[in-house]
């Protein structure tokens, strides 16, 4: 069974940085593939950044610049460093986990692709 465990979340003011890790119970072929998301209350979840195995990635137009997804295979952990954060910004932030070749899917919004979800971290940037 694989289990996604997300932390670092927090409070920081507008400008300041976070960064948001999640670990991965197990690796296996289905987890090959991660990336974060985030979601309101009431509102749509949205893809903020994926990376494959490979390393290729691929980011959300509003974070670009400003997030940086990264992993380390060996601890079968994901991160993401925020820095420049906004207001806009604050959401409950998860981590996913799917097979190889997520990427297509997550730029195309096609979340159902991962199957495997973490809990959440709330993040909150106040102005």
């Known amino acids: 069974q694989v289990q996604l465990v997300e932390s670092g979340g927090g409070s920081v003011q507008s400008g300041g940085s976070l960064r948001v890790s999640c670990v991965a119970s197990?690796?296996?072929?289905?987890?090959?593939?991660m990336g974060w998301f985030r979601q309101l209350p009431g509102k749509e979840r949205e893809g903020v950044a994926a990376?494959?195995?490979?390393?290729?990635?691929s980011y959300a137009d509003s974070v670009k610049g400003r997030f940086t997804i990264s992993q380390d295979n060996a601890k079968n952990t994901l991160y993401l460093q925020m820095n420049s954060l906004k207001p806009e910004d604050t959401a409950m932030y998860y981590c996913?986990?799917?097979?190889?070749?997520?990427?297509?899917?997550?730029?195309?919004?096609?979340?159902?692709?991962?199957?495997?979800w973490g809990q959440g971290t709330q993040v909150t940037v106040s102005s």
């Open positions: 197990v690796y296996t072929s289905s987890t090959s593939c």
């Open positions: 990376i494959d195995r490979d390393g290729s990635t």
């Open positions: 996913a986990a799917a097979r190889t070749g997520c990427l297509a899917y997550f730029s195309g919004g096609y979340y159902y692709f991962f199957p495997y």
